[in-house]
Antibody, heavy 122, light 109 residues
């Protein structure tokens, strides 16, 4: 059974930093691309970042490029999102998701975590 | 590349509803379209992938298609049930962008 569990969310001041983690199990982690998708309160879904299974390729939404860094530890089945220079508009529930394939393209999710809440406020 | 969905739709139980997802800035059939269901207070789940494929466990009341003439994808839910009340998102991508539609809130009256 695929399981995805996010952690690391919390309250942070504007300009601050936060690191999200995602523990995955139930599949061969290195064989699948992973991604972060966020949802601001009462809003729709937004891609944040994605990373290939084992080729180091990455994708970032324009809104987070240069501030966020995605990484993974295939030895420990972990996905991370390091967030710097956080803004009020980064406030959202951040979902860790498993792609169906190894590469960034095609981009298609099959499993979602339950999310971790990031609140950016003074 | 962008995807546009109607903001909301409503229909009675037992009826059929079709949600559109119109592409702009690219051809909808150039890459796969996925659909996700998000019930209130829950994480999304995948109900359609690769344009029209249902993951195991998704009822065949859910179906999807691509219409190149209108550059759009559609999700059809037949035999509507109260449990189908949710937000539905289409999703696709191109060489440089991953994109979701804005979501459609479906109310089952």
């Amino acid at each position: 059974e695929v399981q995805i569990l996010e952690s690391g969310g919390g309250l942070v001041q504007p300009g601050g930093s936060l690191r999200l983690s995602c523990a995955a199990s139930g599949f061969t982690f290195r064989n699948f691309a992973m991604a972060w998708v966020r949802q601001a309160p009462g809003k729709g879904l937004e891609w944040v970042s994605a990373i290939g299974g084992n080729d180091g390729s990455t994708y970032y939404a324009v809104s987070v490029r240069g501030r966020f860094t995605i990484s993974r530890d295939n030895s420990n089945n972990m996905l991370f999102l390091q967030m710097h220079s956080l803004r009020v508009e980064d406030t959202a529930l951040y979902y860790c998701v498993k792609d169906r394939g190894r590469w960034l393209i095609p981009a298609w999710v099959d499993y979602w975590g339950q999310g971790t809440l990031v609140t950016v406020s003074s | 590349f962008m995807l546009t969905q109607p903001h909301s739709m409503s229909e009675s139980p037992g009826k059929t509803i079709t949600i559109s997802c119109t592409g702009s800035g690219g051809n909808i059939d150039s890459n796969y379209v996925q659909w996700y269901q998000q019930r209130p207070g829950r994480a999304p789940t995948t109900i359609i992938y690769r344009d029209d494929q249902r993951p195991s466990g998704v009822p065949d009341r859910f179906s999807a298609s691509i219409d190149t003439s209108s550059n759009s994808a559609s999700l059809t839910i037949s035999g509507l049930m109260t449990e189908d009340e949710a937000d539905y998102y289409c999703q696709s991508y191109d060489d440089s962008t991953r994109v979701f539609g804005g979501g459609t809130k479906v109310t089952v009256l």
